[in-house]
């Protein structure tokens, strides 16, 4: 059996692993970590989770764990010094925030408009993308866990990117978030009162950190406009795309093949596209693909995901199985 360790354990992700570890078949967890809960048991947090303690970063053990999961939020400065001694320690890392997932300081840099904390780490970085770098992430001591909102759209532009059929290089990604996207941690934007019953644009054209990792994996130019629906989880991504005059919808639809063996995508028939039902509580990207204007090259994809499962903490076990040697869907399906 592996050992593994959480940091963060009682967030929403954090939750969400430890359902799919605490049932893996390889894996046991070694240790869990959270802030104002700690000296608690998960279960005392989560009534449906297993009596495991709870302890500070500080106290974590990581004495024969192979691997570990950062579940941080964004920005936190514990973050640095716990993925350094791990990997001082040999223990792999798998961090679920976006510290890591630019491939260098000068991007981090131009987009983000301060230097990044550790330049030296996100050299040593794999963007964990399992659809996209599987063989990269296998040999991984340090995986950069992708976005949520991020997938939804590199997974649907990339294979018409790999087939050339892209015309224009600015492409448009209308995105709208479950609530459970922004964390656990009260904020004044996420609160039910301000949430429910409404339906709001936020960090619109290219201010959202995680405009940086669509780009970079694509090669597009894109315009993001994320938005937070009054609902839990899932993610859906309205993509407005231009492909060469004429593309047939076969000849789009014909560039997916290579997503053929994928587990965890599933594209639609003609005529269908996804609805966060369809996905939530899965492991499944589903992908939508509708000719709009096919003469002019015009098409919308639709893309829906849960954020917490192949968005975050389910696609964060398959990059745990890709790097321990295990079966890829172990504990997913
Ligand atoms: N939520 C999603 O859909 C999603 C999807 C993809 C990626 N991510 C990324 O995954 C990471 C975790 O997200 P999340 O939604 O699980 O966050 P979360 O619900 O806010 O949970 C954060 C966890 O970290 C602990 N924590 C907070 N500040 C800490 C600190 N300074 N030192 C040590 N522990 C601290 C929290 O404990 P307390 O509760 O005691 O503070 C909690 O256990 C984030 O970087 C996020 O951007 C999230």
Known sequence: MARVGIYGA??????????????????????????????????????????????????????????????????????????????????????????????????????????????????????????????????????ANTGCYPLTAILPLWPLVRAGLIADQTVIVDSKSGVSGAGRSLSLRTHFGETHETFSAYNVGRAHRHLGEMEQETGLHIIFAPHLLPVFRGILSTIYVTLRPHTSLAEARAAYAVFADEPFIKLLPEGRLPELRHVQQTMYLAIGLQPVEPEMGRYIIVATVDNLLKGASGQAVQNMNLMLGLPETLGLM
């Open 10 to 143: 009682t967030g929403y992700t954090g939750f969400e692993l430890i359902k799919i570890l605490a049932r893996h078949p390889e894996v046991e967890i070694a240790f869990a970590t959270a802030r104002s809960a700690a000296g608690q048991l998960l279960s005392d947090v989560f009534p449906t989770l297993i009596d495991l303690p709870l302890v500070g970063v500080e106290e974590a053990d990581l004495s024969g764990v192979d691997l570990v999961f950062t579940c941080l939020p964004h920005g936190a400065p514990e973050l640095i010094p716990l993925v350094r001694q791990a990997l001082e320690r040999g223990v792999k890392v798998v961090d679920l925030s976006d510290t890591f997932r630019l491939v260098n300081a000068e991007d981090y840099q131009r987009r983000r408009g301060r230097e990044h904390p550790a330049p030296d780490l996100l050299t040593a970085a794999v963007y964990g993308l399992p659809e996209l770098h599987r063989e990269r992430i296998r040999a991984a001591r340090l995986v």
